[in-house]
T-cell receptor
Framework: GAVVSQHPSWVICKSGTSVKIECRSL??????MFWYRQFPKQSLMLMAT?????????EQGVEKDKFLINHASLTLSTLTVTSAHPEDSSFYIC???????????FGEGSRLTVL | QKEVEQDPGPLSVPEGAIVSLNCTYSNSAFQYFMWYRQYSRKGPELLMY????GNKEDGRFTAQVDKSSKYISLFIRDSQPSDSATYLC????????????FGTGTRLLVSP
């Protein structure tokens, strides 16, 4: 299957700092990318949908000014957690949709710990 | 009430057992149903997907959808220790895989 790579896979930061997570589709062009958040023992929750070259669409309850999403090319989307706080500590997973089947391919996730 | 309910487990079975994993849902508009497998600290990978009601078989895996009961199942035959993972059900109203709503996942442990 197609490969989606996330970086970093694990990050620890101090409260108040910003963290950027990258999501890359390695062998296909992703017109649409999705960002999910997964708290321990909870389900994956969709945060936002990003389309290449346009503004992201955020789900209800997700602060767009806190979680900045940029989808500048067909192979890269970034999620920046601004002014991170301990409650933002979570597992962030991206997925990318190819242009043919629409099937989603997930990255390996990025575990964020805010101290 | 959550849109998708799934028992978090863990479900422990011996190698070779038949495993049954289930989800219930409340939104009758869901049309597409998926099962994902997620190993620890990894992203989910798609196992199977079905459209509307019915069964679908792929090797040792069988997915069932009963829309009248709003109930979906994943059966694993001849379970192996390598099947130990978290299994997430997901569903959507859309024709594609977008706007997926996930269950919490069931952790499966298959002992040798």
């Amino acid at each position: 299957g197609a490969v989606v790579s996330q970086h970093p896979s694990w990050v620890i930061c101090k409260s108040g700092t910003s963290v950027k997570i990258e999501c890359r589709s390695l062998d296909f062009q992703a017109t649409t990318m999705f960002w999910y958040r997964q708290f321990p023992k909870q389900s994956l929750m969709l945060m936002a949908t990003s389309n290449e070259g346009s503004k992201a669409t955020y789900e209800q309850g997700v602060e767009k000014d806190k979680f900045l999403i940029n989808h500048a090319s067909l192979t890269l989307s970034t999620l920046t957690v601004t002014s991170a706080h301990p409650e933002d500590s979570s597992f962030y997973i991206c997925s990318a949709s190819g242009t043919n089947t629409g099937e989603l391919f997930f990255g390996e996730g990025s575990r964020l710990t805010v101290l | 009430q959550k849109e998708v309910e799934q028992d978090p487990g863990p479900l422990s079975v011996p190698e070779g057992a038949i495993v049954s994993l289930n989800c219930t849902y409340s939104n009758s508009a869901f049309q597409y149903f998926m099962w994902y497998r997620q190993y620890s600290r990894k992203g989910p990978e798609l196992l199977m997907y079905t459209y509307s009601s019915g069964n679908k078989e792929d090797g040792r895996f069988t997915a069932q959808v009963d829309k009248s009961s709003k109930y979906i199942s994943l059966f694993i035959r001849d379970s192996q220790p390598s099947d130990s993972a978290t299994y997430l059900c997901a569903m959507t109203m859309n024709t594609g895989f977008q706007k997926l709503v996930f269950g919490t996942g069931t952790r499966l442990l298959v002992s040798p």
